[in-house]
């Protein structure tokens, strides 16, 4: 398979259908599909009508582009992902953030729903990812070199920009959000952890655990965008709470917290049009 012309394809379809050019794209995880409604000048284009577009298949995923004006920048919302544990490629799990990457974008905001590792946070805290571990078995980059891409060995020191996570943090304070930092481990899933697993990976430095993020972020870092990572702590990890996880108690605890985050996204985004058009 050819990535870069599957990638290319998929671009040169949006161009067509779009009015202007993205500056930021956000990426919404599990349950977080409510961004939609802020955005100004919109037009959804489902995934199906992209040419090679995955179209994910898990409950609490819608599949669409909708590409518009959030908080005055232009941006690319992608309203559902697909994972890994779908039995996808992690080529096809990067289309969305390369495809972005080609149109132009030069800051992707990567949602997710992830598990708390800290025994002192509570289900609905937002956690600005720092750092990540990649605990998924693979990597995008694998397979032929494709130098269109980037380099083959992508630097991954400081992936979640510094700049942008201390603007963000700025702006949760003045919003009177409270907002968490910490390392995010990317497992393959769809299971949830043992608890064995969550006590080895508390040992590790570890605060959220969750399905996804990982391979946007190489994909991300090697097409030279900057990249911010958000994990909504939809629930305290295995072993730490009592009772069962459960993907409703994911989407419950999403949507609790969705007024919140998307203000605190539409700050970002714009903060992050800022930093990238050097405004
Ligand atoms: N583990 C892995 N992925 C998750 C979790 C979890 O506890 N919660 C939401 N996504």
Redesign the pocket.
């Known amino acids: 398979m050819d990535w870069f012309e599957e990638v290319t394809k998929a671009a040169a379809y949006l161009k067509s259908r779009l009015t202007a050019v993205p500056q930021v794209a956000v990426v919404l995880g ?1 349950g977080l599909g409510f961004l939609e409604s802020q955005m100004k000048d919109a037009i959804s284009i489902p995934y199906g009508e992209i040419p090679g577009f995955p179209v994910s298949t898990v409950p609490g995923h819608s599949g669409r582009l909708v590409s518009g004006s959030l908080g005055g920048t232009p941006a690319l919302l992608f309203c559902g992902r697909v994972h890994l544990y779908e039995g996808l490629s992690p080529q096809k799990v990067a289309m969305q953030v390369r495809t972005a990457g080609l149109l132009g974008v030069k800051a992707v905001l990567l949602t997710n ?3 708390g590792l800290d025994p002192t946070w509570t289900p609905g805290e937002i956690m600005l990812i720092t750092d990540h571990v990649n605990l998924q078995g693979t990597n995008v980059l694998c397979g032929p070199v494709e130098s269109r891409f980037g380099e083959r060995f992508v630097d991954l020191t400081d992936a979640y920009d510094a700049e942008l996570r201390s603007q963000v943090r700025r702006q949760a304070r003045a919003m009177g959000i409270v907002v968490r930092e910490g390392v995010y481990l990317g ?1 393959l ?1 769809p299971s ?2 043992t608890r064995a697993e969550i006590r080895m990976f508390r040992l590790l430095g570890v605060d959220a ?3 996804s993020t990982v391979q946007e972020t190489i994909a991300a870092r090697q097409l030279g965008m900057r990249v911010l990572g958000f994990s909504v702590v ?2 305290m ?2 072993g730490l709470s009592f009772g069962k ?1 459960s993907h409703d108690e ?1 989407k419950e605890t999403a949507a609790r917290v969705q007024k919140r985050f998307s203000e605190l996204l539409v700050a970002s985004v714009r903060t992050a049009g800022q930093v990238v058009s050097g405004g």
Do not use: F, P
Request: charged fraction near 5%; hydrophobic fraction near 55%.
């Open positions: 599990s729903a992830a598990g497992l899933g949830y952890e655990v969750g399905m939809t629930n990890a295995a996880l994911v």
